[in-house]
Each structure stands twice: as C-alpha cells, then as structure tokens.
C-alpha cells in the first residue's frame, strides 16, 4: 500500500513540476516591479485549462503527502 502512494506521489509530482513549466512566461516577478505593462486579460483555452490542472494536481499532491503522513 505504501509502495503504491510513493509511485502515485511521485507521478502527481512530475505532472505538477511539468504543468508549472508549461505556464506562460513573462508572468513572474518582473511584472512585480513594473516590468509589464500589459491590461488585464482572461484565461482563455488551453490556458485555462493548463491553470486548473495545475491547481488539482497541487491539490493532489498535497492530499497524497498528507494521507502518506498519517499511514
């Protein structure tokens, strides 16, 4: 059983690492510090669905640690 979470954590971890780089770039923290000026602008196609995938597999991520500290 625990082999089992190790394998699914370390699966979920690759997929999270490779959606975060797949994020647009330019985004980061030089537009922190006004290095960019564009508007606003929605997500839009497979942007947003790269975002959300991004969010459930940290959510999944961190339920797997968690259910891995408590068995």
Known sequence: MKNTLY??????SILLVAAI???QK???LGAAFGGDSAVYRTKRGAEKFLFRATIVLA??????ALINLFI
């Open 26 to 28: 330019g985004s980061g």
């Open 59 to 64: 959510a999944l991520f961190l339920i797997s």
């Open 21 to 23: 780089m797949l994020q």
């Open 7 to 12: 394998i699914v954590q370390i699966i979920v």
